[in-house]
């Protein structure tokens, strides 16, 4: 396991969940999706395929990418686009990678949505690579916590079609990011969700003890 799988899960211990940051995929969405796989591979992607505005965002500093950000996240317009900022979103060589990275992607509108679909479809083949694959479902999920442009509902309705993932760190993202989104409106509908992953239905003990911290901190 690489070094930024074991961050993530350094950060996000049931003991501290702030620091860091069944499906609803329909049968047509899924064949839409998976008709795109000739054309959208996570292997293919990488930041060989430089954008000058992507990069100069990330080697920015702080107040620069905060200026900047509105900007670079009208460019984010395909899958390509938001799967470069993932790749970025792991480089060692950039300054809070990911932090910069989430804070882009809030900015951001559908896109979001069927990028985080197509790569959770990719998630069962990707082999060896399925922890640079977690880290960046991570990263989108968190990015589409707070995509405010979007209604909290779609929000919610794409996150949770991925609780069926064995993933530990995608499961803490997907409790982080549903706490995130309770409201008046949804409240009964996110502790329900969160009640689902704190029950004995959920194998790992971390994520149901991270879950109960969630659902103590919405009271």
Known sequence: MNSSVLEIQRIRTPQNRSIGTSSLINSEQIVNLEATSSVYTTRNLSPAQKDPLIENY???G???????????????KSFDSVFLV???SQRGDVDDAYDAAVDLLAECEEVLIGALQYLYLEYPREGRDRARLEI???VLISGLARASRLSCESRLRAITALMGCES????????????????KRNKKQVRGILEWFASPNQFDTYVREY?????EDLE
Do not use: G, N, P
């Open 86 to 88: 993932l790749e970025w």
């Open 211 to 215: 879950a109960k911290e969630a659902l």
């Open 58 to 60: 990330f080697r920015s």
């Open 168 to 183: 530990r760190i995608v499961k803490t993202a997907i409790i982080d990011a549903i706490a995130k989104l309770e409201h």
């Open 62 to 76: 702080f107040q620069e990418r905060i200026s900047s950000r509105r900007r670079v996240a009208l460019r984010l």
């Open 136 to 138: 960046k479902l991570d």
